[in-house]
């Protein structure tokens, strides 16, 4: 199996782990596009390759919205609110 790509998104951006059908990833990715916060979307039913990171870091499940922020670091699920933070640093 290759290794998973490297998710750790620029500074001041996330990587947001998502499926089409996540009522939770809709409301954030409008939020985040609202307040002009940058991400990139990875759809974990197109791209396969992401979803033993996405278990990994929710300890086995493929828990989603999982967003990944510029220090490796990632959340699950996270608010608006907490996003802005850990990007303001």
């Known amino acids: 199996m290759p290794a998973t790509p490297d998710v750790t998104p620029a ?25 002009g916060v940058p991400f990139t ?3 974990i039913e197109g791209s396969p390759e ?18 990944v922020f510029p220090d490796g670091s990632a959340a699950t699920n996270p608010s608006l609110a907490e996003v802005r933070a850990r990007l303001a640093g």
């Open 41 to 43: 979307e990875i759809d």
């Open 50 to 67: 992401h979803v033993d990171f996405v278990e990994q870091v929710n300890g086995g499940n493929r828990t989603v919205p999982t967003v």
């Open 11 to 35: 500074e001041g951006s996330v990587t947001m782990f998502t499926t089409s059908w996540c009522g939770y990833c809709a409301r954030l990715k409008g939020q985040l596009t609202r307040e």
